[in-house]
């Protein structure tokens, strides 16, 4: 490994930040990925932004999906993280803390504020990048957002909407599920080694992702969070093929085709068109019985996943929500339901249907920020 011989210091720095930026985003460069970098740009010579933008997308690419998550994850980086024109003091003012740092470590002479000072300068030259307002938009509770600040979280949230759905592609092709050995794959797989066996392929059964099936109740109770969740929904079934959408308060309705053929602009003005029951009075079990009786076709327990998202303030029968919560369980594979109202420090689910559907839910988790949102991917 030639590495850094050769490269300088910021050069090296620069791509190894680079390579952690790109796996917050979605790539995937690991040790290994990170180290051929280093020496490509070595052995290359890197004199400007795109020799080493070519370089780094050769190295961390291997589909077109990757690519295009490369050309997002450079500009972003040379706008947050890049070292800047010399009139950016931002890498000088790094270079100089750390150099104050490593000096008060190595004489023992640091004193207990000074190094609450020095990280608290660190932090201050990290928030020019505009990460942090990022992070405030993310971990904002959607009630609390204002018009402009929800904009903005619009962009962030489609383009990590659509990295996850990337993610989750990705584990279903690199499953390793052992099966019968596939001779042709084995042998050109192992040809450069000489065309003994070491790494067997095995032949299985094409993975098929999980069916979603999601209830958002958009009565007066969730009017602060529904029309994000409508976007985050739209989200979800822009980028998984198999999934069914329906609108609830009263009564229910599905939107799953209205998501299908339009943008998303389109699709929020034909909703705003339907008798969908918008910031309404709540019937969740009576909601639920309806879809039991009209769309129990949609549910297979070997791969559907239940999905719904309400503050669980019901205005019918507990037993009636529990009874139809149970029939939907023996149907399913996983039912989830996400409440806004479990992102509040002192939220108890003691309200009569929050309290009668609990027993029947395998996960239940909050939706009332975009970080909350995101954690649905360990659950998918």
């Known amino acids: 490994m030639i590495g850094l011989v050769g490269l300088s210091s910021d050069v090296a720095r620069t791509i190894v930040e680079f390579c952690r930026f790109a796996r917050e985003k979605g790539l995937s460069p690991g040790v290994q990925e990170t180290l051929d970098a280093l020496d490509a740009a070595a052995a290359l010579g890197v004199r400007n932004s795109e020799e080493m933008k070519f370089g780094l997308r050769a190295i961390l690419c291997s589909s077109k999906d990757d690519w295009d998550l490369f050309e997002e994850c450079f500009e972003a980086f040379g706008r947050e993280s890049a070292p800047k024109p010399p009139s950016n003091r931002t890498k000088v003012l790094r270079k100089e803390l750390a150099t104050r740092v490593s000096e008060r470590n190595s004489t023992s002479l640091m004193s207990t504020g000074s190094g609450d000072d020095v990280s608290s300068k660190l ?21 609390t957002l204002s018009h402009s600040d929800l904009a903005a979280l619009e962009q962030i949230s489609l383009r990590l ?10 584990r279903r092709r690199i499953a390793t599920s052992r099966g019968q050995v596939d001779l042709r794959r084995t042998i050109h797989r192992n040809i450069s080694r000489g065309g003994e066996p070491m790494n067997l392929r095995y032949r299985q059964r094409k993975p098929r992702p999980h069916r979603l099936v999601t209830l958002l109740d958009i009565s007066g109770s969730m009017s602060a969070y529904s029309l994000f969740l409508v976007k985050f929904l739209y989200a979800l079934q822009k980028h998984f093929r198999r999934v069914d959408t329906f609108l609830f308060s009263t009564g229910l309705v ?11 602009q389109e699709a929020l003005q034909a909703l705003s068109q339907q008798p969908a029951g918008w910031s309404g009075g709540t019937n969740i079990g009576g909601s639920l019985r309806e879809f039991n009786d009209i769309h129990r076709r949609k549910l297979r327990s070997s791969d ?14 507990p037993g009636v929500l529990a009874g139809e919560l149970c029939t939907v369980k023996r149907r399913v594979r996983r039912l989830i339901w996400l409440n806004p109202l479990l992102g509040l420090k002192d939220y108890q689910p003691i309200a009569s249907g929050m309290s009668a559907a609990l027993p029947h839910v395998d996960v239940f988790a909050p939706a009332h920020n975009l970080d909350s949102l995101l954690a649905l991917e360990k659950h998918l």
């Open 161 to 170: 909407f659509k990295q996850m759905s990337r993610r989750l592609a990705r």
């Open 254 to 264: 599905e939107i799953t085709s209205l998501f299908r053929a339009q943008r998303l």
């Open 304 to 317: 559907t996943l239940f999905v719904i998202l309400s503050d669980g303030w019901d205005t019918g029968d």
């Open 123 to 143: 932090d201050g030259a990290q928030a020019v990048t505009g990460a942090s307002a990022r992070e405030r938009l993310t971990q904002a509770d959607f009630s």
